[in-house]
């Protein structure tokens, strides 16, 4: 961090000006009428103004033991000023219309043959993401707008703010008592951490730190709020990133000395932990001492269990929390509940939800709810019982009597939270008045009740109790769920609702249909109308009223009109027991208890109604909630009305209902962002033309123009929108069955490739119609200058409606429909190719759902108002059929696997749905593993924990006979082993023999396969780990297979040979290949194509089988092609075998006439063969040797193998026998081919044929998991079955996406027909890609299922071997796997692993770089990082490898930031590219586009100097730290990545044994060298900084040019006076002179 300057003083002003009325009125209005804080106030606004010392009349704070030092920026400014770092020049503002490298820099000298370090410097700007017209002067710091004054504990809602001038302070140990805006949200301001690491390095970074409790108060106080204001959140991160929790909080908390301030410091940080994404509860599972965990979250429940000041003042007192450390204690809960896989949070947090907190419910409640659940009958009477004894055992000894159950802590914690909760809402709002603590409050209480109800094990006995005090009710009742802030709170109540309802059976967790809440509903409504009847004469009638009348509100509301007060009371307290009767005021409230009754038995609407009545399509009411879709901005400060994906889920519905939601928002927030980008680009004006009617007053028409244009958008014109059809709804249903439009727009505007993109569409793509009115002519608002900036783009542009459409067909000028298909006349015959003329009608299926909504509020005209047509990119344009799919799985009965069932819910044994507890019925017993072992000692190192018994199956083949067993290999378990991931790999009782179990190995001689080379199967090469086999082993039996692959150990070659495998043993199943992306799809598809799986079977679905490396065609229509040829051709091979039998050649005109000629001539003669050399064989006194020729001679199909290379028979009879059943073996796999193809020959269409070959002919089927999602419908119409489904890249899958593949077939009477379920991936790399932050890290969304396997502890193979990096790179990532080692091959002398890089003195480094210029870190704009010197660094470093000799294609450049990628690009553009030297690197990428590949060498950028960043994320940190195999090169700031907890396992090994600067051997080429990878480098170059790398780079270019010459230079001239030196040599003298 560059060092902290004074702010410059400010101009100064008369101290008179600042007693004007308006700041009167707003220190009245903030409450601070008082003269001391008034007195106070103005004096410190006239230092900040005047620029002076404050005034001796000023109230200083209060001493403290030790100030902690604060940053010079106001607690809390809108804006903060931006002070210019002493003694480091800014960089210069790039000059207007400028690019790339040429932006940040001003031009370089013009000189004859510039090296590459000469041609300028890359600007710190946005690159080719940049707008043209964009000023890059714009990116120069500006004086940043005034902060707002602080807020008063109340603030009136409608009174506007007024924001003086902030002051300049000196630093104060007491926090200032800033609000967020908004209402509770945590402050942000600008930080400058060095304070704070200057007071970690002195308190607990240091070596000699001491502990004083002081220290922990002083800290709590000025910078965690002190419990009277919200957290500054960056200034937290930084005492979080000095590890105040793991060096100084937790080592020296005593549950039973520590003090409360103490105990909330520690919540505090883990809080902070949980919202940066990073795992908090890990350090703590690593502490030995269970009781101190246990202690401290008792600690904490027994402070949240006491009465609180929430009813009275918000100050801290010793034994109670305020209303901002309650809240801090309620998010902690909700961070526990969400965490139930760790032990120690398990242990402490599940006896908060037992069944002690119904000793809080009435008499009559808990009668009636023990009656229900006798088993809980018997556990409440154990617990009566134990504490009699209790209370019994503590008179006898004369102790003091135990705390009754009633006031135990489990027992009262959650009454006392919703007492606070519901004073807290109902003291939120008073008059007007919104007291934001509070409100936030509310909001973190309701977000932890809607976890606890999502979780079956949290909801069973909370669910009552909420019940029972009428949450609820209370909640809706509160002023502050109709205030205009109570927006949020409000949805969570609806969400809260939603969860307190759901339709499950609390104690069960079995599913109620809708048939069973129906069910429970009128059993209500008729236990209702009974005791009214008996009871109650007033609501005779109404008891005598049919159900369809008495469930509605209305209905029911005026017949409990009727009755009294006395007569409400009785009927709800004590009657139903819908009241608590000692529930205070709440009791005589009518209104209240009026609400309770009628919300109990009021109807409700089904949830798969709801889901079917909602519009898949977003509109303008979702897109810019920021409730629901949160913006970029989001930083975790307050709760969303959201639901999340934890471990555990309800039921299957609420599992696809909770990914619906999220992926229909997700969707919603890309879609926003392109909507903002289309708006910003075509900036709509409203513009108001006058017409004169012959009238007094002239009528005027509003009108939108479009100031801009867009790619991806086009205007509409007036009129040019029509609906054409709206058909009836179906039976059952309110909405449309189908709404269509017309749209019609004019192409002429574009050109070229924009053009091209519009024809493009076609059916099923979706488009959007957007009603903008744009803003007034001139207003600034459309231009987003300094004043709109926190203007939504739909307040900015007016935009009124959004609606979705998909399209249907598309027609050119002259009206000829035209499509996928290509273009078609009326007449349907092809027609010319491409549209005619620029005009383009687009007919929309509407959304039926969202169109009906707009009929019931009247708004269906407003079609004809929309005037802007946009599209968007196909390959994020999927989110519709995506979401068809959930929607169709929520309404149809979701069958998954019995076996899988509970698993996948969350609960029960997290083995059961292993192999090895499978029924033994379903378990494959013997496995033949084929090719998988390469002899017989790779066999016996792949089961160190089994003793093999060989038995003799074949000539040469088993230990019985004497000889050496040889693969193949067939392995059979006995009933009771354990056919898991123990099977192989390391031995636990190694040595132990008499404990280990027995396997039967049966080594077998594989049958000839037939005189062909072609018919001999390609054999395995891979020497397989002993984890591989194992995870090859469980692949093949039955239920659920979980393998973790680290980088390098093989995870796409384990799969291949699973599949492989699969295959051979179960060859009548099919298979289903999923894998997230193309390319990875690709690669292991291409595998199998190599192994001994006919090409037949396979089949590759979707766009990537276009970039298969091969040249066969595996897509449908390839392969019907394929079979059809492949036929003809077979059917030759049969005429040819009918004419060596003396047969007619009609026998092979079809394949029907084939299999006649098999039955009859070919299979005959073979039977007739293998009997007379069977008869033969069993002759009295058979010799082998006399009876050599004999199979020779009776072979009926000599003549056919004619034209086998060689002879066909050894004149050996066993030999020549065997040969002769490889030959038969070749024929019958003709005829079984030509059976295959008699389906193609009979089906004539091709789509028939097409959908043949998917359901029927195919055993392998890929395709990528969105693939799988698009064409479920067309699945499930085709009738495809499947017995097993093998998923690669599982942890980069969102959850549902890998739901989904297991959903593509019908179940069979009820039951799915799935066997086997094997996930392959590495959850410690990135997870699937959610770009919008609050979905990622608030609503889990992109947690994979194999994520959430793995935190509910299902048994994992994991890989231990890797195979592509250096042993020393492994290191940088082995840590964060159990026991991963190295494969020979990277240790092996001889490789090019044993060899050093050359020019390098290590194969990696850190490499510290400074700041460039006085800078470090830039960002042009939002979230678009640079590091100018890095960049300079990579590229000249990326050019000394290249001078060396380095191949281009062997070196990638990666960064962790994408304005850093697209910085280096520009670099390298400028010095690299069109160089012939230099060249580019094969990628340029970031890191997380980067997963998944590799390189030789890798050049990494970090970027940030100011913190940690995103890369603090462990698994980002894995993937950059996995991608190279020889070389890997990090360019950081060392001091900023050297203090971070998260990622010290990987970087203290490139900190601690290499040199901070970059450590160069110029002398060396990469041709030349030999030097092992061990030596070490007696005198290496250490590169100082970039600009010293440049000149290294400039030298060395100059030898390049030197050699250049000298091969192009003329031939000496000799003269009598000897030789002259050429004048190219001359010139070469002159440059080696240079600098």
Known sequence: MPPKNKPAAAKALDPDSLTVPKLKLELKRLGLEQDGLKAALVARLKQGLLGGDAPEQAPKPAAEPEPLPKSKSPAKPAKAQTAKPAKSPTAKPAARGKRGAAAIEPEPETEPEPTPMESGKAKTGKGKAATENGDAAKNEEKPSSPAKAPAAKRRKADAPAVAPKPPVVAPSAVPSQDKASRGGGSRLAKVEPDSIAEFAAKHWSGTESVFDESVVQNVYDSELGGGTSPLNLQRTQALEMSQYLEKFLWPHFDPTKSSVKHAVSIVAMVNEKFRQGLEAWVFFESDADDEKFDGFFKNVMRLLSRDSGIGGDDKPHNDKLSVVEKTSVVMFLVRAFQSLEHEKVRVCALPLVSLPLWSGLSETRLKLELGKHPGLDKHWRHLQKKQAKALKAAAKEGKPAPVPLKDTTEARWLPRLIDDFLRAARDAVVDGDFDCDR????????????????????????????????VLVKARMTALFAHAHGTLFKQLVDLFSFYLGFEIDDHSGVALSDEDMESKHYDRLLGLQRLCFKHIEKLRNFSLLHCGAVEKREVLTQHLGTLTQLELKRLAVSQLGLVNGNDGAWCDDREFLTEVVVTHFESRPSQKKQINAMPLYPNEDVLFDENVVPSARWVGDKPLALPKLNTQFLTFRDYLLRNFNLFRLEAAYEIREDISDVLTRMAPVKSVTGTSTGQSTPQSTTQTQFKGWSRMALPVAAGALTVTQVKAPLIGETKPSSVRCEVRVNLGSLKGPARVEWDELKQHDVVFLLHAEGGEAGDSSSKGNENTKEKTVAERFRLRRVRGGEVVEVRDGEGTRYNDFGRVGGDGTDGPSGPAGYERTFVLQMDAAQYQLDVDRGDDAMYSSLNVLMRRRPKENNFKSILECIRDLMNADTVVPEWLHDVFLGYGDPNAAQGSNMPQTQRVKTVDFKDTFLDETHLRESFLTHDLIFTNAGAGAGSGSGNKP????????????????????????????????????????????????????????????PTQVSAV??????????????????????????????????????????????????????????????????????????????????????????????????????????????????????????????????????EKFDAVVGTKRNERGFSEKENGTFVAQAFPFTEFFGDVAGDLFSQSFDADHKKAAGCMRHIRGIFTELAECRAFELLKSPGDRSNYLLTKQAKVIAMTCTHAALKRRDFLKLGLKYDNLVMEESAQVLEIETFIPMMLQQPVDGVSRLKRVVLIGDHHQLPPVVKNAAFQKYCNLDQSLFKRFVRLGTPLIELKDQGRARPELAKLYAWRYKGLGNLPNTVALGTKYALANPGFSHAAQFVDVP?????????????????????????????????????????????????????????????????PLFGNPKHVSTVDKFQGQQNDF????????RNVGHVRDVRRLVVAMSRARLGLYVFGRKQLFHNCLELQPALTHLFDGYPALLSVVPTETFSECTRADDTVVSAPYLVPDAVAMGHVVNQLFVKWQQGQRLAQAPPQVVTVSGVHATSGEAVLEREEGQP
Request: proline share 6%; charged share 20%.
């Open 1411 to 1475: 700041d460039y210029d006085g800078v470090g870190e830039s960002s042009p704009s939002a979230h678009f990082y640079q590091n100018l010197g890095e960049a300079e660094y990579v590229v000249s470093v990326f050019q000394y490898m290249r001078l060396l000799g380095y191949p281009g294609h062997k070196i990638s450049i990666l960064t962790t930031y994408r304005g850093q990628k697209h910085l280096i690009r520009d670099v390298l553009n400028r010095r690299c590219t069109t160089h």
């Open 1033 to 1166: 082993m469980s692949g093949v039996q039955p239920g659920l297979t979980m393998v973790v692959g680290p980088p390098g150990t093989g995870k796409t070659d384990t799969a291949t040979q699973i599949m492989h495998v699969l295959y051979h043993n179960e060859p009548g199943q099919r298979t289903l290949l999923i894998t997230h992306s193309n390319a990875a799809l690709n690669d292991l598809f291409t595998k199998l194509m190599q192994r001994d799986v006919p090409a037949r079977y396979l089949l590759r679905l979707g766009q990537g089988e276009r970039d298969l490396d091969t040249d066969l065609d595996f897509s449908r229509q390839g392969r019907v092609d394929a079979m059809l040829t492949r036929r003809l051709e077979l059917l030759a091979v049969v005429e040819k075998l009918a004419i060596s039998l003396g047969v007619p050649e009609d026998v092979a005109y079809t394949c029907e006439t084939a299999s006649h000629f098999w039955l009859l001539h070919v299979l005959a003669r073979w």
């Open 966 to 1025: 040889v693969p193949p290999f067939r392995v059979t378990f006995p009933d009771d082993s354990s056919n898991d991931a123990e099977g192989a790999g390391a031995s636990k009782n190694e040595g132990n023999t008499s404990s280990k179990k027995q396997l039967t190995v049966e080594s077998y001689s594989p049958p000839d396969p037939g005189p062909y080379p072609e018919d001999l199967p390609v054999l395995n090469k891979v020497r397989f780990t």
């Open 439 to 470: 409100i936030l409050f509310c909001e973190r209480c309701l977000e932890l009740l809607i976890d606890v109800l999502s979780q079956l094990p949290t909801r069973r006995f909370v669910k009552t109790v909420l019940d029972a005090k009428q």
């Open 1498 to 1505: 890798v050049l990494l950028s970090l970027v940030k100097t």
